[in-house]
């Protein structure tokens, strides 16, 4: 079975500083995806990032990237320039290529962001 | 935009009650999902479906059903609950694979549940 794991369950960084959260995941399949989810305290949840495993190149979505390693199972997010905005909770989440895609959910990191 | 409405906000319900949460999505889409978000848990899948009045049950099924008699709507059915159901209740859907479309899942505003 798949499993997601988010080493950090929180986190704080300073405004308009870098802040990178990490994520682990263990598959045995070779293609899928990745995705970077966001929880703000609304609590409505919204797609941050999202990563095939097949393609190499690290996406990137304005001030959020990921640094993808395939071999070490590692996704984890970088977030520039925080923005007080950016404060909320972030899931990592893994999901299958074909079927219904059911998403794995890491545990969550709350990130904070101080004035 | 993609939208996915679920009926409550918050619900407080009674220990052995019959318990329905309900949630409709606007974009046409094949997948829906029932995911409970717990502290330290992250979001854990109770049930999916995949198409109308087809469900598949995820990691926690136990305590709940499902029903989907049309393509927007999905409603959780929890037949007593139960104390330890009260949580926060996070509805999904997406698209199938393959389409061209978009494959992320788009997720409503969550129902906290309270069972007393």
């Known amino acids: 079975a798949q499993t997601v794991t988010q080493s950090q369950p929180e986190m704080s960084v300073q405004e308009a500083e870098t802040v990178t959260l990490s994520c682990t995941y263990d598959t045995s399949e070779s293609d899928y995806y990745l995705f970077w989810y966001k929880q703000p305290p609304s609590r409505q949840m919204i797609l941050v990032i999202r990563q095939e495993a097949y393609k190499q190149q690290n996406a990137t979505e304005n001030r959020f990237s990921v640094n993808f390693q395939k071999a070490a199972k590692s996704f984890s997010l970088k977030i520039s320039d925080s923005q007080l905005g950016d404060a909320a909770m972030y899931f990592c989440a893994y999901s299958k290529i074909q079927g219904a895609q059911k998403l794995v959910f890491g545990q969550g990191t709350r990130l904070t962001i101080n004035p | 935009d993609v939208k996915v409405t679920q009926s409550s906000r918050y619900l407080v319900k009674r220990t052995g009650e019959k318990v329905f949460l309900e949630c409709v999505q606007d974009?046409?889409?094949?997948?829906m999902f029932w995911y409970r978000q717990d502290p330290g848990l992250g979001l854990r899948l109770i049930y999916f479906?995949?198409?109308?009045?087809?469900?598949e049950k995820g990691d926690i099924p136990e305590g709940y059903s499902v029903s989907r008699e049309k393509k927007e709507r999905f409603s959780l059915i929890l037949e007593s609950a139960s104390t330890n159901q009260t949580s926060m209740y996070l509805c999904?859907?997406?698209?199938?694979?393959?389409?061209?479309?978009?494959?992320?899942?788009?997720f409503g505003p969550g129902t906290r549940l309270t069972v007393l």
């Open positions: 974009m046409d889409h094949e997948n």
């Open positions: 999904a859907s997406s698209e199938l694979p393959g389409t061209g479309r978009a494959v992320e899942q788009f």
């Open positions: 479906s995949y198409d109308v009045k087809m469900k």
